[in-house]
């Protein structure tokens, strides 16, 4: 049975708007919400979850399959891929594959000055206080919205 969230108008507005989308796709996205459709590596057997591992190719491919494609560079996708899969083995739990949900919990950005746009922050250190930081290279990095 599939769980129902509702929510305003404003606020889905706010999160396709975030996640750049538009026209058409608009009707997919809600479509895929709606009956709970995720590209994942999850297959449901017997009512129980059956995990799948993925090669890091096939979560980069994941993106470009759902249209999310500009949503991390390639460079972010490798390090955020890098991220959970450490995640995955610190914890010792199964992370379920939803790029969706992804794009929505993650942002990448070009340099601190480009996330200081976005929220009030002096510092890396200040910015590493509040969230996580996956690092991409020197400048470049993702943060876990908070």
């Known amino acids: 049975m599939t769980k129902k969230t509702f929510i305003n108008s404003k606020d889905l507005k706010k999160r396709l708007k975030k996640l750049k989308i538009i026209g058409k796709k608009i009707k997919k996205y809600l479509t895929i919400k709606k009956i709970g459709l995720r590209y994942n590596q999850i297959q449901f057997v017997g009512g129980k979850k059956m995990y799948k591992s993925i090669s890091e190719f096939d979560f980069v491919d994941a993106f470009a399959?759902?249209?999310?494609?500009?949503?991390?560079?390639?460079?972010?996708?490798?390090?955020?891929?890098?991220?959970?899969?450490?995640?995955?083995?610190?914890?010792?739990?199964?992370?379920?594959?939803?790029?969706i949900a992804l794009c929505c919990e993650y942002s990448e950005y070009k340099n601190l000055e480009e996330l200081q746009k976005d929220y009030d922050i002096e510092s890396m250190e200040e910015l590493e206080e509040k969230t996580t930081v996956i690092m991409i290279n020197d400048e470049s990095f993702i943060i876990q919205e908070f």
Do not use: C, M
Not at 75 to 91: C, I, N, P, R, V
Not at 94 to 99: G, R, Y
């Open 65 to 99: 399959k759902l249209d999310r494609d500009e949503n991390f560079s390639y460079e972010g996708k490798k390090a955020l891929f890098s991220y959970l899969e450490q995640l995955e083995e610190d914890t010792g739990k199964k992370i379920e594959l939803d790029i």
